[in-house]
């Protein structure tokens, strides 16, 4: 399974930017998809997660900002991120599981700066 995310760039804080990240290859049994998150010198983080059954989780701080959904005829995840802090500022990897597999994309900048 291959993982092609898009989306991210530079923004000002307080504005938005959406991530998309489309699965292709040999696709079977999805169970989850999400978003994660690292800045240099830290460990990744999980951003937020959506099930093959539509329950999302968000980490904490990014809940009321960031908006995670999912398109399962076209495998594709996307986030949505409104009001953007520069803690935002991290390269972004989408991850999407099923079953017996797990699969990341290449990450995607995104930069949170005046």
């Known amino acids: 399974v291959q993982l092609q995310a898009s989306g991210g760039g530079l923004v000002q804080p307080g504005g938005s930017l959406r991530l998309s990240c489309a699965a292709s290859g040999s696709i079977f049994g999805i169970n989850r998809m999400g978003w994660y998150r690292q800045v240099p010198g830290k460990q990744r983080e999980l951003v937020a997660v959506i099930t093959s059954g539509g329950s999302t989780y968000y980490a904490d701080s990014v809940k009321g900002r960031f908006t995670i959904s999912s398109d399962n005829v076209k495998n594709t995840v996307y986030l949505q991120m409104d009001s953007l802090k520069p803690e935002d500022t991290a390269v972004y990897y989408c991850?999407?599981?099923?079953?017996?597999?797990?699969?990341w994309g290449q990450g995607t900048q995104v930069t949170v700066s005046s």
């Open positions: 991850n999407v599981r099923g079953i017996g597999w797990d699969s």
